[in-house]
């Protein structure tokens, strides 16, 4: 069964489990909210729904009920590697059963299809100042591809069923995200390679073309599969989902749903974080471990020094997570397993923090999480692969979260869920509320 009819059938098994939630259970109390939560961003409350992952404080993130390392272990892998592809990651997400290899194989040929990028995307990306951020090139890309939208089109038609209306949302997600991955590509080649534009391999699944349009080694072919996977999403609450999930609950196209979430991406609160971290670590190991091997002793002190003068240690603490995240142990165990790249002096550093971090950041007492995130880590394997224009990096998180946001958006159309329209309050009604104890029922 191709693709979109397994996932048809799911979402109509699914709707009367949501229907009856909402008709028969809809008063039901599963949280309250305290006046610190109002003016600190809406912190911890359940108010969003997702079954494309969930994120434990303790565990970490899970994919349709899968750890990381459970995920990784389950799909098909990519010839030759032990790395699944993204298409079989995509079958996943979707539809929350693990695809056969033919299956993989349907979803990477049926993306092949969807890769042709129309030239006026590449018009509008060449029209932006070549010295533009890589993320505005990615953002304006994608929003120039709204065009050709097939739920927009659906929408205009006064034909619209909002039964149906998945269905031409799944058109438009399963474009987006096989075309992200080329988008990104010619950006890349566009600011960093002279324009130097290398074909689709037709050949290749989504993680070995994109790291060939780049122009990368083989390895880095699993390199990139795991850094979509890893990134691709991190249930509902963070800035790029939950805008994404926001701006279509209007009944805003997946085009103009994502640019609005990529556009979130790029703060230095969530996907800029990467390349600020690398930055941090390149000083550091300038500064403390240019011509040494760094030791416990002699990080210890150096981290001492950072936070004694007022720094903070980037990379490690996390709004959710209180262990460290699996993303990031993902990751080290690629370098570890990894000739090469598990003795760059860079790679040995970032490990040696790893291990002496916590402790100190704990004996300060400041952090709720002194263990690491996923940003920790990632910056160091690009730089060794030599992609060390780290503005980029943010673009390849962008590829990643696609995935998660796609699959998210085109179930909240299959199970119909209403616009996104939480109350405010003023300042007033809080201090009231503050000095009464709580609001009055």
Not at 1 to 28: D, H, N, S, W, Y
Not at 352 to 374: D, S
Request: one cysteine or more; a neutral charge.
């Amino acid at each position: 069964m191709a693709l979109k009819e397994t996932l048809k059938q799911k979402i109509e098994e699914f709707r009367p489990r949501t229907t009856k939630l909402v008709k028969e259970f809809g008063k039901v109390v599963i949280d309250q909210v305290t006046i610190d939560q109002c003016i600190g961003g809406a912190r911890d409350i359940r108010a969003l729904v997702t079954d494309i992952s969930y994120l434990d404080p303790q565990e970490g993130i899970r994919f349709r009920g899968k750890t990381i390392p459970e995920t990784f272990a389950a799909l098909p892998k990519a010839q030759g590697s032990a790395y699944p592809t993204v298409e079989a990651f995509w079958y996943f997400l979707l539809t929350g059963d693990v695809p056969t290899q033919a299956q993989v194989d349907e979803v990477v040929a049926e993306w092949k299809t969807r890769q042709v990028v129309p030239s006026y995307v590449w018009d509008a990306i060449r029209a932006l100042p070549r010295d533009s951020h890589p993320m505005v090139m990615l953002s304006v890309g994608i929003l120039a591809m709204q065009k050709d939208s097939k739920f927009a089109g659906f929408y205009n038609s006064g034909k619209f069923n909002k039964n149906i209306a998945w269905e031409y949302v799944y058109e438009d997600a399963s474009d987006l995200v096989a075309r992200i991955p080329i988008v990104a590509a010619f950006i890349y080649n566009l600011k960093y390679r002279s324009d130097f534009q290398k074909p689709i391999d037709p050949t290749a699944d989504c993680g070995a073309n994109f790291a060939r349009m780049i122009g990368q080694c083989k390895e880095y072919e699993d390199v990139a599969r795991m850094y979509f996977i890893l990134h691709s999403d991190h249930e509902s609450g963070n800035v790029s989902a939950h805008t994404t999930h926001l701006v279509h609950s209007a009944l805003s196209d997946p085009y103009y749903a994502y640019s609005a979430g990529l556009n979130g991406l790029a703060g230095p609160l969530h996907g800029l974080a990467n390349q600020e971290v690398l930055d941090w670590t390149l000083k550091f190991q300038e500064k403390y471990c240019k011509d040494q091997e760094p030791t416990k002793e002699l990080i210890t002190k150096a981290l001492w020094d950072t936070l004694n003068a007022g720094q903070v240690v980037p990379g490690y603490g996390h709004a959710v997570l209180r262990k460290t995240d699996p993303r990031y142990m993902s990751q080290r165990e690629f370098c570890l397993n990894t000739p090469g790249l598990k003795d760059d002096p860079l790679f040995k550093l970032v490990a040696m923090i790893f291990e002496v971090a916590p402790g100190v950041l704990t004996e300060q007492g400041k952090a709720k999480n002194p263990w690491p995130n996923v940003d920790a880590q990632s910056g160091v394997i690009q730089w060794y692969y030599g992609l060390r224009e780290w503005d980029f990096y943010t673009v390849l998180f962008g590829v990643g979260r696609a995935l998660g946001c796609m699959a998210n958006i085109t179930w909240d159309r299959g199970l119909g869920y209403a616009i996104e329209r939480p109350k405010s309050v003023t300042t007033p009604m809080l201090e009231k509320w503050a000095e009464e104890g709580g609001r009055k029922f």
